[in-house]
């Protein structure tokens, strides 16, 4: 899905994450991740009545659920069950 490049760019600043960026670089440092994930930002007053995200963006936030269905779920699988 992602180039070895970019993933470890974006383990890289994430590591900086847990060493202690300041609370005021958070959000610039969740916008240069998306920028390198090539996602777009959630946006919580986003009108229904707009075309769906980009399907990576959607598969991630259902990646970042906690459990096994979560587990299993690959990209692959995601992408099927958005079609249906």
Do not use: C
Not at 14 to 29: L, Q, T
Not at 72 to 79: G, H, N, V
């Amino acid at each position: 899905m992602l180039g070895f490049g970019v993933q470890l760019r974006v383990f890289m600043l994430f590591v900086d994450v847990v060493r202690g960026v300041n609370e005021r670089n958070y959000k610039a440092v969740s916008r240069h991740i998306r920028e390198l994930l090539e996602i777009e930002e959630p946006q919580w007053d986003r009108s229904i009545a707009l075309p769906r995200r980009d399907m990576k963006g959607l598969f991630l936030e259902r990646k970042s659920q906690t459990g096994r269905k979560a587990d299993k779920l690959t990209y692959d699988l995601f992408i099927k069950e958005m079609e249906t």
